[in-house]
């Protein structure tokens, strides 16, 4: 029971609050869909239960990820997560289809929505709750890239950062910026449907929720298919382990590297050169050295590294000059 606790603490804490959030407005806003008869409610009610669904399948895959290696699977869990997000992607996809047939029948046949100030409290509550859900998410963003953004800037560090975060935090990041527009998109066409006579817009809102959620899907299923492949990390994240690396006063030249993404974990392999004339205890004390301080960053989850002699020639980034060798 310990270790459960354990593993659950690790999990991804932005798919665990989007999960609750979004069973609750869920709820609230089936209610409102039922009694009121607005299908872009129907719709925005919809794209909650999928998000709320996704979500408990990301934060239990989150969980699962964080297991240890075993001797087994010695690279650990980590692509675990993409397969439960490939799950939450089938679940959006059946709720984006059904969503889509809804606007289509609601265009030929405009149902006039009743309960304006139900439906209008709600969607309220659902965009204060979903903007909650997407602040945390960005945060979220910021800390797992070891970003220094602070305030309004974490906004910018988000969007710019999206790609080098957890499968989880990115879909949570996705599917609460369709949540939020989606729920606002609800609002108009609750507004235009309750002080105009344009009913056919309701059924116009929710086939673009549908859409997006279509778009949310396709982006995620294309993310996670890449990282079950298996995807090099990106060019940011394999410049700071090479500066680390060549920060070493005996490193002359990285021969070659490879830095893997799985998950939210990555696993290096490489070549280093040293100075010429080292004995070997002395290059295996420098290379045991680099490994420890690449595995001091969180996101690293093994180094494997081979040393070789300085052979004269430049191999790491030829287009680049390199670090300066610290004497």
Not at 39 to 49: I, K, L
Not at 178 to 204: E, P, Y
Request: proline share 3%.
């Amino acid at each position: 029971m310990s270790n459960l606790l354990a593993m659950m603490k690790k999990g991804n804490t932005s798919s665990l609050a989007a999960a609750l959030g979004n069973a609750g407005v869920a709820i609230l806003k089936g209610i409102a869909a039922g009694v009121s008869g607005s299908g872009a409610m129907f719709a925005s009610a919809m794209h909650s239960v999928a998000d709320s669904v996704n979500q408990a399948f990301v934060f239990t895959g989150s969980i699962l990820a964080e297991r240890e290696p075993t001797k087994r699977f010695p690279t650990g869990f980590g692509r675990v997560i993409n397969l439960f997000c490939m799950v939450a992607v089938i679940v959006v996809t059946i709720m984006a289809y059904e969503t889509i047939i809804e606007g289509f029948h609601l265009i030929r046949h405009p149902a006039h929505a009743t309960n304006f100030w139900l439906n209008f409290i709600v969607l309220l509550i659902s965009i204060s709750v979903d903007g909650v859900v997407l602040i945390k998410a960005m945060k979220e963003i910021v800390h797992e890239t070891r970003d220094e953004a602070k305030g309004f800037a974490v906004v910018g560090a988000a969007i710019r950062n999206v790609g080098r975060a957890a499968p989880p935090t990115r879909l949570v990041f996705y599917e609460d910026i369709v949540a939020t527009s989606g729920a606002a998109l609800a609002l108009i066409a609750v507004i235009i449907s309750r002080f105009t006579s344009f009913t056919v817009f309701d059924g116009i809102a929710t086939i673009i929720i549908g859409l997006l959620m279509v778009g949310v899907a396709f982006k995620v299923g294309y993310d996670n298919m890449v990282g079950l492949i298996g995807v090099a990390a990106p060019r940011v994240v394999e410049d700071k382990i090479a500066q680390i690396i060549l920060a070493d006063a005996y490193v002359t030249d990285i021969n070659k590297m490879r830095v893997i993404q799985e998950g939210r974990f990555y696993h290096v392999e490489g070549a280093i050169e040293l100075r010429k004339g080292m004995t070997l205890a002395d290059a295996d004390d420098i290379k045991f050295r680099i490994r420890d301080k690449l595995l001091a960053m969180p996101e690293i989850s093994d180094v494997t590294l081979g040393i070789i002699e300085d052979n004269g020639v430049r191999d790491w980034r030829k287009e680049e000059p390199l670090e300066p060798v610290h004497t």
